[in-house]
């Protein structure tokens, strides 16, 4: 069915990096335009590893937000060797803590103070599964003699499903999934494990950075993958299956930080990710999924209520212009180029444009 027009619930972003001061107060404002939630990545330097620390970066980010914007930080703790059963507790039981994120040590971007020894963390792993607190994982093994683009499939074998069986209870969120088997994996297992999927990685596969050049725009960790493997992702994200939500992994650098030796791992998405979105799952026929992917599968595996806000999105006869870049301090950061042009565009819905019964977005033709 072609449709010029539609309505759904306010999406969500659940995973979302913001860094912080000078970058934080460029990039706040792209995402508190479009989602009325996210779950805010820990790995600053130093990373956020106590209940202090994550009161005082949602706070900065609160007073960074422009005026009249509303959003809702969704703070997370960088698990640690050290993390404290204490602040997880206290954290939970406050609401401050909505989840803790695994990073295998050296896995990305300020992930060095990531888990090495698993067996350490158990304790806090086990914690976290009475009191349902879920575990954000980067599913990458770090180990040299493992192709980067099988990490994410050993990671499932070696960690993931291990910890899995000893602690069956425990709440996953395998982030920015990349491959067919990860879809696999998430789909075949229970109720209590669940994956996001980024914007980026349903538009791009690996030809996007390495065929006819590197193009370090499009270098993010996880690395995309074949072919095949996006085609899953698509899949997947299009299904309406309840285990699968956008987490955009919109991660800010520098171009002087991506065109560099370093060629740090991050695409920056916030700004046209709900556009690119639409364009998607129009092209596979599914816009009538886009609500459960957004808005809907997130909140209801946190436990969390769906937003009570509302966005209309109408196809423009002329494709929409988003900056290249933009601006912080003296640098520049790049924009997330999708390769088509874009014409969904999205604002809040008037009353008039929300479905009567509060459940089936509206289409018009």
Same mark, same amino acid.
């Given at each position: ?5 539609? &309505?759904?619930?306010?999406p969500?972003?659940? *995973? ?13 404002? *792209? ?13 600053l330097?130093?990373? /956020?590893?106590?209940i202090?620390q994550a009161?005082a ?13 509303q ?8 698990? &640690?060797?050290?993390?404290?059963? $204490?602040?997880v507790d206290t954290?939970?039981?406050?609401g ?8 295998p040590?050296?896995?990305? &971007?300020n992930?060095d ?10 304790p806090?792993l086990?914690?976290m599964?009475d ?7 980067h ?5 040299h ?6 990490? $994410? ?5 070696r ?11 425990l709440?996953?969120?395998? @982030?920015? /999934?990349t ?9 075949s297992?229970?109720g ?17 950075y ?18 095949? *493997?996006?085609?899953?992702l698509r ?15 919109s991660?800010?650098h520098?171009?002087?930080?991506k065109i ?5 791992a ?8 709900l556009n ?6 129009? @092209? ?13 599968n ?6 969390l209520?769906v937003n009570?806000?509302?966005? &209309? ?12 870049q ?9 924009v997330?180029?999708?390769?088509f ?9 008037? @009353?008039s ?6 459940a ?5 033709q």
């Amino acid at each position: 069915m072609s449709v010029s027009q539609f &309505t759904i619930r306010q999406p969500d972003d659940w *995973h979302l990096h913001l860094r912080d001061h000078d970058m934080l107060r460029a990039v706040i404002g *792209h995402s508190s335009a479009n989602f009325a939630r996210a779950i805010i990545m820990p790995n600053l330097v130093p990373p /956020v590893v106590n209940i202090d620390q994550a009161e005082a970066y949602r706070r900065r980010i609160l007073d960074s937000l422009p005026r009249g914007h509303q959003f809702e930080p969704l703070m997370t703790l960088y698990l &640690t060797e050290e993390t404290k059963i $204490e602040d997880v507790d206290t954290g939970a039981r406050t609401g401050l803590i909505k989840a803790l994120k695994l990073y295998p040590a050296g896995a990305t &971007t300020n992930s060095d103070s990531g888990v090495r020894n698993f067996d350490k963390v158990m304790p806090v792993l086990e914690q976290m599964a009475d009191i349902g607190l879920p575990l954000l994982v980067h599913g990458e093994v770090t180990s040299h003699e493992v192709d980067i683009f099988d990490r $994410e499939v050993v990671f499932i074998e070696r960690v993931l499903d291990p910890i899995r069986k000893k602690i069956p209870s425990l709440r996953v969120v395998m @982030e920015h /999934v990349t491959t067919s088997n990860a879809v696999d994996y998430v789909s075949s297992e229970g109720g209590n494990i669940a994956a996001t999927i980024t914007t980026h990685h349903l538009i791009i596969n690996r030809n996007a950075y390495l065929v006819g050049g590197i193009k370090p725009h499009f270098y993010c960790l996880p690395v995309a993958k074949r072919e095949e *493997h996006r085609l899953a992702l698509r899949t997947a994200a299009t299904s309406g299956n309840p285990k699968f939500f956008l987490g955009t992994d919109s991660a800010p650098h520098p171009d002087s930080a991506k065109i560099s030796e370093c060629g740090c791992a991050g695409i920056y998405t916030s700004i046209n990710t709900l556009n690119c979105l639409a364009h998607v799952f129009e @092209e596979d026929d599914a816009l009538d999924q886009l609500e459960a992917f957004a808005s809907l599968n997130g909140p209801a595996f946190y436990g969390l209520p769906v937003n009570q806000n509302w966005v &209309t999105f109408k196809k423009s006869q002329e494709p929409i212009a988003f900056p290249k870049q933009f601006s912080v301090q003296n640098e520049h950061v790049t924009v997330f180029d999708p390769g088509f042009p874009l014409y969904w565009q999205h604002e809040p819905a008037n @009353e008039s444009e929300i479905s009567s019964d509060d459940a089936v977005p509206r289409m018009r033709q």
